[in-house]
């Protein structure tokens, strides 16, 4: 453990993208924190494909409208942390079926009334902009402001600007036990002890197992994500789209949910073939390259909204995200406002768990956070136990 007289102000649970995003926030404001992780960094993003940065989503206007401040913000990102190898070439949404097309017009409607820079291009536009999409394509939705990133190489360089602005880093700490202790609390590891004043459970699906010794349980959800990666291809798509992208080295990425965790650890035959055949299908030149690897693993969700950022418990933040790659520095900026000046920066409250009056989407009521009794904890009690927000599901069609 980084030997730190009097600890932390603040302890940050995961060194994924959201911990590492939280991390540079705070050492931005000169506020010293440890990011503590029980495994290496990177947390659950695969370390070899890269990963798309959306700033056009399907979703409620809130967060589509946070997706392209969050898109926005990796130009001057890649400024201030060195390359990430950031590409904004712009997103393609292809619709294939006339239902696709319906959906296509509402994201495009939907953007507009928020002044976003979101059209519909007809076939012929579709087809001249990216000539690999299949003839048979009706049209697409395009956002000029969508791209790519490498997140393992933005997670290192945002971890290490930290560790230079004075952040501690703790990694394989195999075992992580917090408890209330001094008007703070005391994480326990493998690799030690420290004193903490704050806690950020940025832990993915570890968010769970720490929120529950603290007494907090966030609903969340898992869904299977799949996906193929072929060898090395000749320049074949110059956008973003919607399930498939290019990397710059050259393979080809094709991705999709899969429903929820139920199946088996890998991707079988059959989902292979129907993964490759829906990628054929828009763009069949994809189909001259050898697929390389297949990788399955789970997206987690926060439960009923795309977004929780907030305050959990007194002195602990919570900081879950559907699209963590783009978001990831307003994450960051938004909890360090949290723990800077307690409060959330404007339009945030919508995320915060702890607000009984956020509303994320309009349709079936979710509760976000809840707070079992637990001995000893100081502090306030929760602004809002049982949650109470409105949430949507994230329909992601843009994910
Ligand atoms: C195949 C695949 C492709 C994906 N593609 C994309 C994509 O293109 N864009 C995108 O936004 N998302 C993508 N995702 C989802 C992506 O994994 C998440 O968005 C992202 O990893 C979430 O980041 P995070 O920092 O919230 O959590 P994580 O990445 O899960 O990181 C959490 C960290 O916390 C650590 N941890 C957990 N429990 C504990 C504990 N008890 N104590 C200490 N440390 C703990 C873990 O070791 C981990 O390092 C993909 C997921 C998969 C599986």
Same mark, same amino acid.
């Given at each position: ?17 959201l ?60 400024e ?9 070439a ?58 790519? $990133? ?6 290192? #360089? *945002? %971890?290490?600007?930290? =560790?230079? @602005?004075?952040? &501690?880093? /703790? ?19 493998a ?87 829906s990628?054929?299908?828009?763009v ?6 050898r $697929? ?6 789970? #997206? *987690? %969700?926060?439960?009923? =909204?795309? @977004?929780?950022v &907030?305050r /959990? ?23 360090a ?22 509303q ?8 976000v ?31």
């Open positions: 453990m980084p030997d730190r007289p009097g600890g932390y102000e603040v302890g940050i649970v995961g060194a994924g993208i911990g590492s995003a939280i991390a540079y926030a705070l050492a931005k404001r000169r506020i010293a924190s440890v990011v503590l992780d029980e495994s290496g960094v990177g947390g659950e993003a695969p370390d070899t494909i890269s990963a798309p940065v959306r700033a056009h989503v399907d979703a409620p206007a809130q967060y589509a409208a946070l997706c392209r401040r969050g898109a926005d913000r990796f130009p001057a990102l890649q201030e942390i060195g390359p990430v190898e950031y590409l904004r712009g997103g393609l949404a292809p619709a294939l079926t006339e239902d696709q097309v319906a959906a296509g017009s509402q994201v495009v409607e939907r953007h507009a009334a928020m002044g976003l820079p979101v059209r519909w291009l007809s076939r012929e536009e579709a087809l001249r902009r990216e000539p690999a999409l299949s003839p048979a394509v009706l049209g697409a939705v395009y956002s000029p402001h969508d791209g790519s $990133v490498n997140p393992f190489l933005l997670i290192r #360089r *945002l %971890l290490s600007t930290s =560790r230079r @602005l004075g952040s &501690g880093l /703790v990694l394989y700490c195999r075992h992580f036990v917090v408890e209330p202790r001094g008007g703070g609390f005391l994480v326990r590891t690799r030690g002890e420290t004193q903490v004043r704050r806690l950020v459970l940025a832990s993915g699906h570890g968010v769970a197992d720490v929120g529950r010794q603290l007494g907090v349980v966030l609903p969340l959800r898992r869904i299977r994500r799949l996906v193929l990666v072929t060898g090395k291809h000749p320049p074949l798509l110059r956008h973003v789209l919607a399930r498939a992208w290019q990397q710059l080295t050259g393979e080809v990425v094709i991705e999709s949910d899969a429903g929820d965790t139920g199946a088996g650890p890998g991707v079988s035959p059959e989902e292979m073939e129907q993964l490759a055949r990628a054929v299908a828009t069949p030149s994809v189909s001259e390259a $697929v390389i690897r297949a990788i399955a693993g789970v #997206r *987690l %969700l926060p439960a009923g =909204r795309p @977004l929780v &907030g /959990v418990e007194d002195g602990v933040y919570a900081a879950v995200a559907a699209h963590a790659v783009t978001l990831a520095p307003l994450v960051g900026d938004a909890i406002e949290l723990v800077a000046n307690d409060r959330l920066p404007a339009g945030w409250e919508t995320w915060d768990p702890g607000d009984p009056g956020s994320p989407g309009d349709e079936d009521p979710a509760p956070a809840t707070r079992t009794p637990r001995a000893g904890t100081p502090g306030r009690p929760p602004g809002g136990p049982g949650g109470g927000g409105r949430g949507r599901q994230d329909s992601g069609s843009t994910p």
